[in-house]
């Protein structure tokens, strides 16, 4: 393949190119690492390369964290990019990192990485997280702590929602109604939306009360959660890979903490049954790995396994994936006239999500990175 200096190739995607669950072409073009839906004319002097295949955006993770290593300490910056490229070759090109210990926004400036869009540091009630992790403060200093990391990411912020209270013996909010609202407020003064880890059934009211954006892992919903979120428009980043280390987790309590343990294996046992029942009442799931800290990176497929599991057909996976994470934060796909950011699969993935694992071609912004 011949280019100009400097120019990105040409190339003619024979597809179909798939720019929506009910929306596809037969074919499009990338000039100047763009996409273009009608032939243009290509410049002087350079080859067009023929790709043949079926065309997806590229898949997004969710819930993400770049620069974060096993065991919780921060990673120098280098192993936050190695990071970054081992979900690029699963064909993840858009990552929202869910909190990071270190400033990766260098990151962003790489035009060989997957699209980085940051909420900051995770915001923890003090002694109730993991530690080292998060930045922790106290009722009276969480809309200053919400204000100061809406600064620091790129329209997001984190809150910890619930955590084990060791008092209590079990899981428990972190936080009460008017300190979610507060956050939630605070948030949206700054122009940031706000998500929440949260794994107990009892958070869910709260941040749905306060009016937060997004809900991470949301292993507590409910019939009425469910119902309530759905009503609201309220999306469920899923990370059901993570759900599955629950066991692991109530192993290492079980001693101490017996109440934490049998909530954690309750909360595990029912994922597939709560995540088929948010999909089938109308919340839009987006799939997020967890990765970074105990879970690696490079697990996109296996969060797509379990969305299997729990029962979603391919074309919702691919949605959950592709599809509607862009859609939600704002990210271009397809369309014509977007940074050409897309997969190149032999097989249908809304027939069969594992074609996804089958990667013909990685291109980011017009370019074969993998």
């Known amino acids: 393949m011949s280019t100009t200096e400097g120019m990105s190739p040409v190339l003619h995607l024979r597809g179909p190119v798939l720019l929506a669950p009910d929306r596809e072409l037969a074919e499009a073009w990338v000039v100047d690492g763009r996409i273009h839906h009608e032939r243009p004319e290509p410049p002087t002097g350079v080859e067009v390369h023929v790709l043949d295949g079926y065309v997806v955006p590229g898949l997004a993770d969710l819930h993400c964290h770049l620069g974060i290593t096993d065991g919780g300490g921060g990673a120098t910056l280098e192993t936050a990019r190695q990071q970054a490229l081992?979900?690029?070759d699963t064909g993840v090109l858009l990552i929202r990192d869910a909190g990071s210990i270190i400033d990766n926004s260098?990151?962003?400036?790489?035009k060989d990485l997957p699209r980085l869009i940051r909420c900051g540091r995770h915001l923890a009630r003090t002694r109730r997280y993991l530690p080292g992790y998060a930045d922790e403060v106290e009722p009276e200093d969480l809309p200053a702590a919400v204000t100061r990391q809406a600064?620091?990411?790129?329209?997001?912020v984190k809150l910890v929602g619930d955590w084990i209270d060791r008092g209590l013996g079990d899981l428990s909010p972190c936080w009460d109604a008017e300190d979610?609202?507060?956050a939630a407020r605070a948030a949206h003064r700054a122009g940031a939306r706000i998500t929440t880890h949260t794994f107990d059934e009892?958070?869910?009211?709260?941040a749905l009360e306060a009016g937060f954006d997004c809900l991470e892992h949301a292993t507590g919903l409910t019939h009425e959660t469910i119902a309530r979120t759905a009503a609201a428009g309220i999306p469920v980043v899923t990370t059901l890979v993570n759900v599955g280390e629950f066991e692991t987790y109530a192993d290492q309590g079980e001693r101490k903490f017996p109440d934490y343990a049998a909530h954690m294996r309750r909360l595990r046992a029912g994922r597939y049954d709560r995540t088929r029942d948010a999909h089938d009442a109308g919340i839009q799931l987006l799939a997020g790995t967890d990765a970074g800290g105990v879970l690696g990176h490079g697990i996109i497929h296996d969060e797509l396994d379990e969305l299997a599991r729990a029962g979603l057909d391919a074309t919702a996976i691919l949605d959950a994936?592709?599809?509607a994470p862009r859609r939600f934060l704002g990210a271009p796909g397809l369309e014509d006239g977007a940074?050409?950011?897309?997969?190149?699969?032999?097989r249908d993935p809304r027939q069969d999500?594992?074609?996804?694992?089958?990667l013909d071609h990685v291109v980011l912004g017009g370019r074969a990175v993998a």
């Open 202 to 206: 009892n958070t869910l009211p709260l």
């Open 339 to 346: 940074p050409a950011d897309l997969l190149i699969v032999s």
């Open 86 to 88: 081992t979900n690029r």
């Open 353 to 358: 999500h594992t074609a996804l694992r089958e």
């Open 180 to 182: 979610f609202h507060a």
């Open 151 to 156: 600064q620091r990411g790129d329209g997001w």
């Open 106 to 110: 260098p990151l962003q400036s790489q």
């Open 321 to 323: 994936a592709a599809w």
